[in-house]
Structure formats: structure tokens, C-alpha cells
């Protein structure tokens, strides 16, 4: 079921430009990460609403390709690192260190974070210390958490009485691989939180199962700038047929389906070849697979590009492919940005009936979706269209417009305002 489109009432509209600028912390996991795109998009975008966005990180991210939008906003300056050292007594001596050089800043809630009696563990190891501190003395409208994780994190900070509405995106991994893991893994949270936003409306119902209220949950799906994700000016050549794929290596992205329909397809077609853009943990896997097939030398791997650089990559693709699986640890996708650019780059995508996707691609519309690892499904989606040109003019044509109709950012970002107004105010 697609989303509907945002904001499209102009008085609505008014009111949220008009507002006054609000207090709003993103709490994540590790920044600048070139996979959370889609949070850059959120941050970049109420910016320029004219609103006061900090950024919250557990880690500085490892990533060495650099997202345009963090220089672009200067975002690293806006940005505190939490650092809490593994080592157990590296821990605690920085934090006797901390105790007595930031204590003057906040004595209440350093106090408060140490209370073993109250908070357990969760004091005992010194984690509620090393979260607080970066806040100390410091106020918000919103703190928005992206990933349940880190939900609860800003729920901690909240109980420690550091000021903002807790509202918490649900993105994958949260909802499908954590709950195996703790059967109750967010009834802190859902005591805390003032709302959820799950990404798509599978995720509602994951959530609903987890014991959140019902009436304190908002489908809201990730956006992409459709301004920046233009199709070419001109028929892309039919010379030879690129299928492209842009996902790390990991499990649930479904590579080793991929390849074998690749191959099955290139065996009847020697005009294909298969594009591999990300990297990751299977990286020696994949390849080592790619070289069983004998289809090395038709694919080449592109390494993680910046977006600038899969956008012109997007622009020498025929067809998308990410055939999208639940990992063995019960990790699952949830709304894979990807698709949503591909589709407004005018390529028809063929994936999986996987978590969110059938919310995000309409089959036999702007795109093909099979069952997880169905290897033969797949390699008929693409011969099909490998085959017929027209059908994938078709399915572009219309995979753009769905795309702009509901997964805008700019529309999405004021929803979004909307979404934090309505929460400060008790609706």
C-alpha cells in the first residue's frame, strides 16, 4: 500500500514555514555515514525550514567516501561524539577524569547517572554517564532517535532529565533482527517515547506486535531528493544492456541470488553486463562467487561511489536489481533508498515481496518483484526485460512519477514538521 502524499494543503504549508524555529537533536548510531542518506536528507531539509538541527553520534563513522551534504552544511560542525571506550579501564578512568572536569556543568545529572540503585547496569558501566555528558546544561524541542537502539538511548536521556519530545524512526534491523534477540527489547522506550515513526507499514504492524500504542504510531517512509535523481536527457543506448546493483555486501541485500539469475540471463545475451556498486563483509564471498559463475569479466565492481557518482551510474543502467532477503539472523530490509532513486532515474527495479518494498515499488508497474530467493523468478524478470525495451521505458515512466508523488523529500520533511509540532503539543 503506497504512502499518501504528504503535505499538499497550502494553509497547512503556512503555518508550518511560519513557525518559530524549533530545538531538534538527531540522535544516531555513527556519523557521516554514506548509507544513511535518507537522514541526511531529513537534516539538510529542516535546515532549510530555517529550524536548529544538532547531531548526536555514538561514533564517528568509518566511511572513507564523504556524503556531499556534509560539507555542503558544514554538518561535522554541528555534531557531538559520545566515545565510549570498550576497554573497561580505559572507561573508568576517563569518566574519573570527566567527573571531576565536567561536573559543575550538570551535578544533578551526573549524579543521577550513577545511581546504580535506579538505573542498574545500565549505570554500573558507565553508559548513562558517557550519554549525558555531551548534553549537559543544553535543552531541545525534539530529540529525534534514528533506529530503536538508540530510541532507547534518548529515552535514558530523557529520564535524566535532559528536555525534547523523544520520537523514534524504525528503520530495519530494529524490528526484525533485535526482537529475536530480547523479546521486549523497547518496552523502556514505549514508557518513554513520545512517538514512533516506522518507515513503512509492516514496520506498524512489527511495532504493534512489540506492545507500542497504537495511537503513538505514524507510518512515515523515507524520502530522496527527486531534484537530484534526473533521468537522462536521452534514450540510454541499447548497445549493450547494464543491470545495475548499489547495496553493501551483506546477507540480506541478496547478492547470491543475484548473480546466478545474472548469470542464467548472460548465458542467452551477450550484450549484458552487471554494474555492482557498495561494499561490506561478503565482499571476498561475492567475488569468489562472480568467478564460479565465470561471469567475471562481464561485471565490474564499482566500490562504494558518492551519490554524485551512482547518480551517473543510474544513467548508464537499464534495470535495477536487488532481490532483498531475511539474513539468517532474521535481519531484513526495510525501505531501500536505492529503489526509490532508481525509480526516479526512470529504471525498472526488480526485487523481492521482502518487509517494506511492495509498499515502495508497484509490481508490474515500475518494477518486477519476486519471492525471496527465488533465483528462477528473478532471471525471468530480467529476460523479460532485458528483451523488450519498451516495457522498461514503460515501467520508468511510471516509476518516476510514483516517486515524485510520494517519496519527495522536500514534501516529506514538512510532514515530518508537522509530525513535531503536533507531538509538542500534546495531538
Same mark, same amino acid.
Given at each position: 500500500?503506497?504512502? *499518501?502524499?504528504?503535505?499538499r ?17 538527531? @540522535? ?8 544513511? &542518506? ?42 557531538r ?22 561536573f ?13 540503585? +535506579? ?6 558501566? @558507565?553508559? @548513562? ?35 525534547? *519530545? ?27 517515547g ?18 507500542? $500504542?497504537s495511537?503513538?504510531? &505514524? ?25 545495475? &546493483? ?17 548469470? +542464467?540471463?548472460?548465458?542467452?545475451h551477450?550484450?549484458?553486463?552487471y554494474?555492482?556498486c ?6 571476498k ?7 564460479q ?29 536487488? $532481490? ?26 526488480v ?11 508497484q ?11 527465488d ?13 523488450? $525495451?519498451?516495457?522498461?521505458l ?13 517519496f519527495?523529500? +522536500? ?8 509530525i ?8
Amino acid at each position: 500500500m503506497p504512502i *499518501k502524499p504528504a503535505i499538499r494543503n497550502r494553509e497547512h504549508e503556512d503555518i508550518i514555514t511560519n513557525s518559530a524555529p524549533l530545538r531538534i537533536l538527531f @540522535l544516531m548510531g555513527y556519523f557521516p555515514s554514506v548509507s544513511t &542518506t535518507f537522514i541526511f536528507n531529513q537534516i539538510t531539509g529542516l535546515l532549510d525550514l530555517g529550524h536548529n538541527v544538532s547531531i548526536a553520534a555514538l561514533k564517528r563513522s568509518a566511511d572513507h567516501v564523504i556524503h556531499p551534504q556534509v560539507r555542503a552544511y558544514d554538518l561535522q560542525s554541528r555534531t557531538r561524539y559520545i566515545n565510549i571506550p570498550r576497554n573497561r579501564i580505559l572507561r573508568i578512568l576517563k569518566a574519573i577524569f570527566l567527573f571531576f572536569t565536567r561536573f559543575h556543568a550538570g551535578p544533578a545529572r551526573i549524579l543521577k547517572s550513577l545511581n546504580v540503585v +535506579r538505573f542498574g547496569k545500565n549505570a554500573l558501566n @558507565l553508559n @548513562l554517564f558517557y550519554y549525558i555528558l555531551p548534553f549537559l546544561g543544553r535543552k531541545y524541542d525534539v530529540i529525534h532517535c534514528h533506529f530503536g537502539p538508540n530510541g532507547t538511548i534518548g529515552a535514558y536521556l530523557s529520564k535524566l532529565g535532559l528536555p525534547g *519530545k523523544i520520537i523514534t524512526t524504525f528503520y530495519g534491523y530494529d524490528l526484525t533482527r533485535i526482537p529475536r534477540e530480547s523479546p521486549k527489547p523497547y518496552a523502556f522506550l514505549f514508557k518513554r517515547g513520545s512517538f514512533f515513526l516506522p518507515i513503512c507499514d509492516a514496520f506498524r504492524r512489527a511495532l504493534l506486535e512489540l506492545g507500542c $500504542p497504537s495511537h503513538r504510531i &505514524t507510518v512515515h517512509p523515507i524520502g530522496i531528493d527527486t531534484r537530484s535523481f534526473v533521468p537522462p536527457g536521452v534514450q540510454r543506448s541499447e548497445s549493450g544492456i547494464n543491470i545495475l &546493483t548499489a547495496a553493501n555486501f551483506m546477507e540480506k541485500k541478496g547478492y547470491a541470488y543475484a548473480l546466478e539469475a545474472v548469470a +542464467r540471463v548472460m548465458t542467452s545475451h551477450d550484450n549484458v553486463h552487471y554494474l555492482i556498486c557498495g561494499d561490506g563483509p561478503l565482499r571476498k564471498e561475492i567475488a569468489n562467487q562472480a568467478k564460479q559463475l565465470n561471469i567475471t569479466g562481464r561485471i565490474t565492481f564499482t566500490g562504494m561511489l558518492a551519490s554524485d557518482e551512482l547518480i551517473l551510474l543510474y544513467a548508464r543502467s537499464h534495470i535495477f536489481l536487488l $532481490p532483498s532477503v531475511t539474513a539468517a539472523d532474521g535481519d531484513q530490509e526495510g525501505t531501500p533508498t536505492v529503489l526509490l532513486e532508481a525509480q526516479a532515474m526512470e529504471l525498472p527495479v526488480v526485487s523481492s515481496r521482502h518487509s517494506g518494498i511492495p509498499e515502495i515499488v508497484q509490481d508490474g508497474k515500475t518494477g518486477m518483484l519476486n519471492d525471496e530467493r527465488d533465483v528462477d523468478g528473478i532471471a525471468a524478470c530480467l529476460e523479460t526485460l532485458v528483451s523488450k $525495451p519498451g516495457l522498461r521505458l514503460e515501467m520508468g515512466r511510471e516509476g518516476r512519477k510514483f516517486v515524485t508523488r510520494n517519496f519527495d523529500i +522536500r514534501d516529506l520533511n514538512k510532514r515530518l514538521l508537522s509530525i513535531y509540532q503536533q507531538t509538542l503539543q500534546g495531538g
